[in-house]
């Protein structure tokens, strides 16, 4: 089974809807953290998480929420959706204790299209 | 603000040939990490050097972080058509809380 899982993999909405992502970890990582990913501009970082009490702005947090449920969940929002949140989004968690230098193990990634 | 340059964008090559892939920038990195990614997939992590002037090799990929830990580059010998996909760099800043990515280079190796 992964071990970072996100749902769903494929969306397309309307223009003004609010809609949810969600990512799931079997790591045990603490970190946690929201990316989106568009063509000719590799990963941008949305927002990130340290543990379910902490929750940080990334570069282009703007339009988009988080909720950190529990240490094994974190889940992205956009509260309005608009097209040019049509992106791949993806989840990745790290542990960056002992030898580790903060690698992220990512999930599959949602494709999401906003119309 | 941390930037990585990433060159270049794209490359085609035929199975066999060698590449280099190239990460810059102006800032100084704690950790300098190699990842690719595979169509409908998430990045998977290459390698990761620390140390300036760092060699590593897997296989046919070396990886070298340059002296001052502001550049780094991928090497591939001999590139085979498994090697497709997308390259990304991705520098750790000074405190560790997050990683910067390159914009990435697509590779597409022709058999």
């Known amino acids: 089974d992964a071990d970072v899982t996100q749902t769903p993999r494929n969306r397309i909405t309307k223009t003004g809807k609010r809609i949810m992502l969600e990512c799931s970890q079997t790591?045990?990582?603490?970190?946690m953290y929201w990316y989106r990913q568009d063509p000719g501009l590799g990963l941008r970082l949305i927002y990130y998480?340290?543990?379910?009490?902490?929750?940080n702005k990334g570069e282009i947090s703007d339009g988009y929420s988080v909720s950190r449920q529990a240490q094994a969940k974190f889940s992205l929002s956009l509260e309005s959706a608009i097209p040019n949140q049509t992106a791949l989004y993806f989840c990745?968690?790290?542990?960056?204790?002992?030898?580790?230098?903060?690698?992220?193990?990512f999930g599959p990634g949602t494709r999401l299209t906003v119309l | 603000t941390q930037l990585l340059e990433q060159s270049p964008q794209f490359l085609s090559i035929q199975e066999g040939e060698n590449l280099t892939v190239y990460c810059n920038s102006s800032?100084?990195?704690?950790?300098l990490q190699w990842y690719r990614q595979e169509p409908g997939e998430g990045p998977v992590l290459l390698v990761t050097?620390?140390?300036?002037?760092e060699v590593k090799k897997l296989k046919r990929l070396t990886f070298q972080f340059g002296d001052a830990r502001k550049d780094s580059s991928l090497h591939i010998t001999a590139a085979q058509p498994g090697d497709t996909g997308l390259y990304l760099c991705?520098?750790?800043?000074?405190?560790?809380?997050?990683?910067?990515f390159g914009a990435g280079t697509i590779l597409r190796v022709k058999s």
């Open positions: 990745a968690t790290s542990d960056p204790g002992g030898s580790s230098y903060n690698e992220q193990f």
């Open positions: 790591k045990g990582h603490d970190r």
């Open positions: 998480s340290f543990d379910v009490k902490d929750i």
């Open positions: 991705a520098g750790e800043g000074r405190y560790g809380n997050k990683l910067v």
């Open positions: 800032s100084v990195f704690s950790s």
């Open positions: 050097v620390v140390t300036g002037g």
